[in-house]
């Protein structure tokens, strides 16, 4: 990505500003700053039968799991990179073309957190906090494009094809019972992957010189969802009390809205 954003602020720096009307053929390189959204994250517990628990345990669990269980809200986040491509000119009208870009996005964190009395059990109270990054560390873009020329230097354009980023999902569930022998289950699950889906938006991008043209898009991308989940064991005085689980699932979709420049060469 370093590369890439440094070859367009290179491009950028030495592309010539003649005024006259724009040529739309050719090779270009630019950087675009933005906004996007990231839908929040859910959280599921599960109360899992284990031969042999101590009597109660299944209400244990069964409530740990309540306490595991919620969600978060969507999240805006800023982004910034840079992009490259190639414009076709086919005829006075119409413009075909080709681009692939990549963002740095910044990141979010996504926090459940409890404080719940167990029915069951009195005097027992567990804090619980389950905390995952859910961000994209990057999101790129490979997208065909294709436009008409409203008027001399007006162009309108669809574009659509790949996205593509790394995710990181690791979470880290901590709790505490203060007060009472109980140890609930703490531990990190989840982790890094790369992810591949779908982009599909428009815009409409602004000659203001013979090689400079400036841009505003809209895209909806797409790229599945992510699913972590492992398993707990509470503990009391050192006794085995309960085995719960639980998971964290993630939709990778949204929104873009995104403004940029472009030096034509």
Same mark, same amino acid.
């Given at each position: 990505m370093r590369s890439i954003l440094a070859a !367009?602020?290179?491009t950028l720096l030495s592309c010539p500003a003649f005024a006259q009307s724009y040529l739309w053929t050719g090779f270009y390189a630019g950087l675009h700053l933005g906004g996007m959204t990231v839908p929040g994250t859910q959280f599921t517990g599960s109360n899992l039968a284990?031969?042999? !628990? &101590? !009597?109660g345990s299944a209400a244990f669990a069964a409530e740990t799991a309540q306490n595991l269980t919620g969600s978060t809200s969507d999240s805006a986040r800023v982004m910034g990179g840079a992009q490259i491509g190639y414009n076709w000119r086919i005829n006075q009208a119409f413009v075909a073309g080709i681009e692939t870009d990549i963002s740095k996005v910044s990141r979010h964190a996504d926090i459940l957190t409890r404080n719940q009395p167990f029915a069951g059990f009195p005097g027992f109270t567990v804090n619980s906090g389950l905390t995952? &990054?859910?961000?994209l560390e990057y999101l790129g873009t490979v997208r065909a494009r294709f436009g008409y020329v409203v !008027?001399? &230097?007006l162009l309108l354009y669809l574009t659509g094809g790949l996205a593509y980023g790394q995710t990181d999902s690791t979470t880290q569930f901590i709790a505490t019972s203060p007060g009472t022998a109980l140890t609930p289950p703490t531990g990190t699950f989840g982790g890094r992957s790369v992810r591949a889906g779908y982009t599909v938006g428009g815009g409409l991008e602004y000659a203001v010189y013979r090689n400079v043209s400036l841009k505003a898009e809209g895209l909806f991308y797409d790229m599945g969802s992510t699913t972590d989940q492992t398993v707990f064991n509470s503990f009391s005085a050192g006794v085995f009390v309960s085995t719960t689980g639980v998971s964290r699932t993630t939709n990778l979709n949204g929104v873009i809205a995104r403004v940029g420049v472009n030096c034509l060469f």
């Open positions: !367009a602020v290179l284990t031969p042999g !628990a &101590p !009597a995952s &990054p859910n961000y !008027a001399e &230097p």
